[in-house]
């Protein structure tokens, strides 16, 4: 019987390897009752067989054959991820130690050398396909186990997105004129932290798991704003002082409710620690004259200097109750004039190296038909 015409059957499919049709026909005569024997006559046809549609359960393998020796077909077997679960004996005559040794340190699961007991045979192969059918399972349940644990990760995470976006929501959505600050403002962060990954200053902590939990927490930047009291966020007019006080402690009013609902869970989430570095000091300044704690420099987390800068620039480049919106090449203006006093110097050469990706941004999330209509002629976007 060949390799392409063996019934389908519950019966484990075995593969003899030899060149010997006598000891084909001895192998054969000892497993044909409980198994599908099936021959190849060098190690050539057995790597074909053995990679085809049908692999075999378990392969009986010569060490001394014409062309590809026993070792060497094992060899590849074994490194190739289609055939390495395929269990190879080595079913030989010699009955040297050296050829045992090297066959198993191959990957081999048994040797049986010398004369062939039929009775001892069939036990062996019994009991090497019966390990192969545990591993299979083990494998099977493992493979199942992995796709269950990643797609309740991806659910978790999406719930998590959701609720963040709704969070964050409640506090831009009593100004209608930045519904989407949020989302531009999260895909900002996202460029700085791509272009800032590979340098030496910031390439420990902008790995890209840590920038997507930057993006995700990005969103709270503002959600203290849920605080303020309506006349002072929703005052059209310049704030005064002692309202300006008030305003400002929104990034504590934020920092304060994530780190209730951090100690609510009772357990470490990494994304409400970015969420509460943003929410904290992304009103920080490089020079120390910021709030709420006038940090500078280096003090200042890196989540807060990437925020820092997303969220100026929105606003610079978006409408407000008490100003119109700039141009793309007005907020660049600003912001480097400001570099080294109000950011990272490192961060806005990254920004000015990212532009093009800013201005994509600020079209993708435009707030109206008619904003984008504003945007896509002062960004400087040929309109299609």
């Not at 048994?110 to 036990?123: C, G, K, Q, V, Y």
């Not at 993006?215 to 310049?238: T, V």
């Not at 504590?252 to 970015?274: E, F, M, P, S």
């Not at 570095?277 to 006038?294: F, M, Q, R, V």
């Amino acid at each position: 019987m060949t390799a392409h015409d063996h019934p389908v059957t519950a019966k484990p499919l075995v593969l003899v390897v030899d060149d010997a049709t006598d000891k084909l026909r001895l192998v054969h005569e000892a497993l044909d009752d409980a198994y599908i024997v099936i021959a190849a006559h060098d190690g050539e046809q057995c790597l074909a067989i053995a990679r085809s549609g049908q692999p075999p359960d378990l392969i009986l393998l010569d060490v001394v054959m014409p062309g590809l020796g026993g070792h060497e077909v094992c060899r590849r077997l074994k490194a190739d991820e289609a055939t390495r679960d395929i269990p190879v004996v080595f079913l030989t005559a010699r009955a040297d130690v050296q050829d045992e040794e090297l066959g198993l340190q191959l990957g081999a699961v048994d040797f049986i050398a010398n004369a062939i007991s039929p009775t001892l045979l069939r036990a062996r192969v019994q009991v090497q396909l019966r390990v192969k059918q545990a591993a299979d399972f083990l494998r099977d349940r493992n493979g199942f186990l992995r796709d269950e644990v990643a797609r309740r990760t991806a659910e978790l995470a999406a719930i998590q997105d959701v609720t963040t976006l709704v969070m964050a929501s409640l506090a831009e959505t009593r100004d209608a004129e930045t519904s989407n600050h949020i989302r531009r403002t999260q895909y900002y962060v996202k460029a700085l932290a791509r272009r800032l990954s590979g340098h030496p200053r910031f390439a420990a902590v902008l790995t890209p798991a840590t920038i997507e939990l930057l993006f995700r927490s990005a969103a709270l930047h503002d959600i203290g704003k849920a605080g303020i009291p309506d006349r002072i966020l929703l005052k059209p007019g310049k704030l005064s002082p002692e309202e300006f006080e008030i305003m400002k402690t929104h990034t504590t009013l934020g920092h304060d409710a994530i780190a209730n609902a951090k100690r609510a869970l009772g357990v470490d989430v990494d994304y409400l620690r970015y969420a509460k570095e943003i929410a904290y000091s992304h009103h920080e300044k490089w020079d120390g004259t910021g709030y709420p704690l006038g940090l500078a420099g280096d003090a200042i987390p890196i989540s807060g200097r990437l925020m820092a800068l997303a969220d100026v620039y929105d606003a610079i480049i978006s409408r407000r109750l008490h100003k119109e919106a700039m141009s793309h090449e007005q907020a660049a203006h600003i912001i480097q004039q400001t570099r080294g006093r109000h950011f990272d110097p490192d961060v806005v050469d990254a920004f000015l190296a990212a532009e093009d990706n800013f201005k994509a941004i600020a079209i993708a999330y435009a707030d109206s038909p008619a904003d984008l209509r504003k945007k896509v002629d002062y960004l400087g976007i040929a309109q299609v």
